[in-house]
């Protein structure tokens, strides 16, 4: 701490670059601040990254809560997030130029999500955050007083609140405690869904409406209405403690979600998606458990495509393009639709949700004045009604569909609910005596998952500034003005119709994640293999050394995303080189 003050009072009014001398570790009374990365000018985005070490024996969080690796999960994402309250609660904030002199942590979504930005030792825990340093003046020189203030009043109060459990009063450590216990809970809850071939789960009581369509935090309504499950569907899940937890449960197979409009449809189906992640105390959906490959297939117009054989559903086109390996860089609705399911049957899901207002009808059906008009020869389109049940049959894809105005779907449909003012009926059997049994079909559907293979020539993250005849070797940056767009070397991928990305820092881990398997492609170039190798082979390194085997530029900005985000990225890259066997 001595040394810290020492070096600041040595740099005082300096120019703002001989911050570069803080780099390092520096000891305070109960932790260790270490500076991790410096910015290079006042206000910078990215600010420098520091971190804060805690030994675990000085902390005092009780030992029951690290047992397994969704708790510490939990208690990773209850630090950073009473790191940010405790920044709102003692530090000023803008103490110098250019909003310069300010403490932040990564954006937090609703989710609980593995980030590297809280790390656990045996015996540690190591926590990085966002420090932008103070200046002053016309010529932004380093201001070492404010400096000092922060570090020596400001970061030891925020420390001191985050950290040590005795410093908790009994609502914070309650609020730990339900942080761990939804972990735990839903652990118990996916276990029982495996056990009985169950792909949803939403529980008697879950407040499912957002505040808004941009704003995932839970509606602030006092009208809403808890969910309430069918008697016909609930299930009864026995927990560990003795207890158990009620409410819907979906079994595998084709589901229809149908209703008026603005009765609660989307709202369920938008639960559902987001039921993939483990949701913070409070929000309303920690109970809502989705099958963990589930993934949302939409509509993707202007989308690129590489190679994908969506014969199933679109024949060879009038122009005699074949279908069997289709490319295209701008996707019309039908085509990026059938792309998308192929490419995420290929990626390993076997659930896939649609909601009728995003698809694009002449690809979902065909009614009975289209069929009298156009002659079958006329349309490549096979609508997918005509196959959900084979791939069901064959290939064991569950799909669940909201529809409001088509009601094919119900034709097809193993479970069928209905969505009555935010109420949820099972009108399976009312569905089945008036439009008669279960229609199946038997259309052969070839396994189209495994044929595409990674060129090894892949993910090259140079980016050639050609106004300025300067090649940077790496460029992976999400923006700020379009938070669902990345930058990875000469291309940029749009991922705003990926419905399952949770939070900025997912989009920039992403990028990470492609730098990596090029290196895995480079080295094993000999060997080509299917998109699903490669992603599936980063997850069990991502997960045996955790984010940091990404090796990003910022250490601590990182949410790790589902192999199924990185695959939607992959396939969108208008750069990409696919082969197909």
């Not at 839970?218 to 927990?239: G, R, T």
């Not at 940077?472 to 991922?495: F, H, V």
Request: charge should be neutral; proline fraction near 4%; include cysteine.
């Amino acid at each position: 701490m001595h040394q810290l003050h020492n070096l600041l009072a040595s740099i005082a009014d300096q120019p703002f670059h001989t911050i570069q001398k803080l780099r390092g570790s520096y000891q305070f009374p109960r932790f260790e601040l270490s500076f991790i990365k410096m910015q290079g000018s006042p206000g910078a985005n990215p600010a420098s990254i520091a971190s804060i070490n805690i030994a675990l024996q000085d902390s005092k969080i009780p030992e029951k809560f690290f047992k397994t690796s969704e708790c510490k999960l939990a208690v990773a994402d209850f630090l950073i997030r009473c790191f940010r309250h405790s920044i709102d609660r003692f530090a000023q904030q803008n103490r110098g130029k250019d909003g310069s002199g300010s403490f932040a942590t990564i954006a937090l979504s609703q989710k609980m999500l593995n980030r590297d930005s809280v790390l656990f030792s045996d015996d540690t825990v190591d926590l990085r955050f966002l420090i932008s340093l103070p200046a002053k003046g016309q010529g932004g020189v380093f201001d070492a007083e404010q400096a000092w203030i922060m570090f020596g009043q400001e970061l030891t109060a925020i420390v001191d609140a985050t950290f040590f459990y005795r410093h908790y009063d009994e609502p914070t450590q309650t609020l730990l405690r339900q942080f761990v216990d939804v972990q735990k809970i839903r652990a118990e809850i996916t276990r029982f869904m495996r056990q009985h071939g169950l792909i949803v789960f939403v529980n008697n009581g879950a407040r499912l409406p957002r505040l808004s369509g941009v704003d995932d935090r839970p509606s602030a309504c006092n009208s809403i209405k808890a969910f309430q499950s069918p008697a016909s569907l609930q299930v009864d899940i026995p927990l560990a403690d003795g207890r158990s937890i009620s409410g819907m449960g979906i079994k595998e197979g084709i589901t229809c979600i149908t209703g008026g409009g603005y009765h609660g449809k989307s709202t369920l189906m938008q639960a559902i998606l987001a039921g993939v992640y483990a949701h913070i105390p409070g929000d309303g959906r920690e109970y809502v458990v989705t099958r963990e490959d589930a993934f949302f297939i939409r509509a993707e117009e202007g989308r690129s495509i590489r190679n994908v054989d969506i014969s199933p559903f679109i024949g060879d086109l009038p122009n005699g393009l074949k279908t069997g390996c289709f490319s295209s860089d701008n996707a019309s609705g039908s085509t990026s639709q059938a792309a998308n399911i192929v490419e995420a049957i290929e990626s390993g899901s076997r659930l896939l949700l649609f909601d009728e207002d995003t698809c694009a009808t002449n690809f979902l059906v065909r009614d009975e004045l289209i069929r009298k008009v156009l002659d079958a020869a006329q349309e490549p389109i096979k609508p997918l009604y005509s196959t959900v049940r084979s791939l069901w049959r064959h290939h064991h894809v569950s799909m669940i569909f909201v529809v409001g105005g088509l009601g094919y779907f119900l034709q097809k449909a193993d479970t069928c609910l209905l969505m009555d003012n935010y109420h949820c009926q099972d009108i399976t059997g009312k569905v089945r005596d008036r439009l008669g049994p279960i229609m199946e079909e038997n259309i052969p559907i070839a396994d189209f998952a495994l044929s595409r293979r990674l060129a090894a020539d892949n993910f090259d993250p140079a980016y050639i500034n050609q106004r300025l005849n300067k090649t940077i070797p790496k460029r992976i940056k999400d923006l700020r003005n379009a938070p669902r767009q990345l930058e990875y070397g000469m291309d940029l991928i749009n991922l705003e119709a990926v419905a399952q990305i949770a939070e900025a820092p997912q989009i920039l881990a992403i990028g990470y994640c492609l730098l990596a398997l090029r290196a895995q492609l480079k080295q094993w170039s000999s060997k080509p293999e299917t998109l699903r190798f490669w992603i599936d082979r980063l997850e069990s390194e991502i997960n045996k050394q955790g984010l940091d085997f990404l090796q990003p530029d910022y250490p601590g900005i990182l949410s790790m995303p589902r192999k199924y985000e990185l695959a939607a990225a992959i396939n969108r890259i208008r750069s990409l080189k696919i082969f197909q066997e």
